[in-house]
């Protein structure tokens, strides 16, 4: 544990660093909040913090830089909660209320808004649509082999998958087989329904399975929505930092992993290698989880250098996954 000198130095020089981008001496930490004493000493401290791991010089005779254990300290001991100004709070308000149209939509249009209050990457990660009950079913005929499935579900999503059918499946048919999965699944969720009951004849029934399976395979993967990749380039000099971390977030599965895997472990910041993803070293992430009706049903983050402002970037993130939450329970 640091004392309180040290921390209101390691404090200021977080705080210097996130605003500048710039390495910090000594000269602009000897009058800062909490501190007040001479440059030779703030050196002295400046050098202990490095020798402790929470300050690194970059170069020799340069001002130093925050450490991931800088950083971490500096969230978990020195940061408190960060909280949004009012105008921030009712821009975020008034986005949800006004959001209409699909889920797909307003999960998209949400991961802008992100970018443009922190001028960070968005992540935006829906719920699976298979735990979302069921609002409409349809089979409709695409030529004499080929038909789709269409599956409304209750938050606003569509979800649809062709499937193969025989060349002599009539319209009736596909008629009787779009009636009968409705009375089997509106009203349920998708990974809810175990088997269909059989509906008395064998093609209707036949058709009636292969739907379902086709329905559970559109439904089963997350919706991912990512924006602000530009804000990230800019976010680094070295070329090779910009070409991994876009790399990177192109690979969806990637990111789908990273940002479930810090909901389930609970953590709302992940700091450099704290998310164990090596090319998004140079990153840190900010994530909350979407909560509906008790349970995780997605989650919003943020995607920036470990410099980012990460009082304000947690409130951000926490306030538009709860109100994202309470627009999709209303939907």
């Given at each position: 544990?640091?004392d309180?000198?040290?921390s ?10 996130i605003a ?12 800062a ?10 050196r ?12 690194v010089?970059?170069?020799t ?5 925050p ?6 300290f500096?969230v ?5 909660h ?12 008034d ?7 699909r ?7 949400t ?8 001028n960070h990457?968005?992540?935006?990660v ?17 030529s004499?082999?080929v038909a789709?499935?269409?599956v409304?579900?209750g938050n ?6 062709t ?12 008629a ?9 699944l509106?009203g349920?969720?998708l ?14 029934d036949?058709?009636c ?5 086709a329905?559970?395979?559109?439904s ?7 924006g602000?990749?530009?804000a ?7 070329v090779?930092v ?6 990177t ?8 992993t ?23 070293s140079?990153?840190?992430v900010?994530v ?9 049903r ?8 470990t ?16 109100q ?8």
């Amino acid at each position: 544990m640091l004392d309180e000198r040290k921390s209101a130095i390691l404090s200021a020089v977080v705080q210097e660093y996130i605003a500048t981008a710039l390495p910090v001496g000594s000269t602009h930490i000897a009058d800062a909040p909490g501190v007040h004493v001479s440059s030779a000493t703030v050196r002295n401290e400046m050098a202990v913090l490095e020798q402790e791991g929470y300050l690194v010089q970059p170069h020799t005779s340069a001002g130093r830089i925050p450490t991931d254990k800088g950083y971490r300290f500096f969230v978990d001991q020195l940061a408190g909660h960060g909280q949004l100004d009012t105008t921030t709070r009712d821009q975020v308000g008034d986005f949800f209320r006004n959001a209409h149209g699909r889920l797909e939509e307003m999960l998209h249009q949400t991961s802008d808004l992100l970018v443009k209050l922190t001028n960070h990457a968005a992540v935006v990660v829906g719920p699976r649509a298979e735990a979302v009950r069921v609002r409409s079913v349809q089979v409709v005929g695409l030529s004499s082999t080929v038909a789709t499935v269409v599956v409304v579900l209750g938050n606003g999503s569509v979800e649809s998958q062709t499937i193969d059918i025989a060349a002599d499946v009539t319209d009736a048919e596909l008629a009787a087989a779009s009636a009968h999965l409705a009375s089997q699944l509106v009203g349920r969720s998708l990974a809810g329904v175990v088997a269909l009951a059989p509906s008395g004849d064998a093609a209707v029934d036949a058709l009636c399975a292969q739907s379902l399976v086709a329905a559970r395979a559109a439904s089963g993967a997350e919706h991912l929505y990512i924006g602000g990749t530009a804000a990230m380039a800019a976010a680094f000099d070295a070329v090779d930092v910009v070409r991994d971390v876009l790399r990177t977030l192109e690979q969806q599965f990637v990111v789908v992993t990273l940002v479930g895997e810090l909901v389930e472990r609970g953590m709302s910041i992940a700091i450099g290698g704290e998310h164990g993803v090596q090319p998004l070293s140079a990153c840190s992430v900010v994530v909350a989880p979407i909560i509906i009706d008790g349970e995780a049903r997605g989650s919003v983050g943020v995607l920036g250098p470990t410099r980012m402002n990460y009082p304000q970037a947690l409130a951000t993130v926490e306030v538009v996954s709860d109100q994202l939450a309470r627009r999709m329970e209303t939907s």
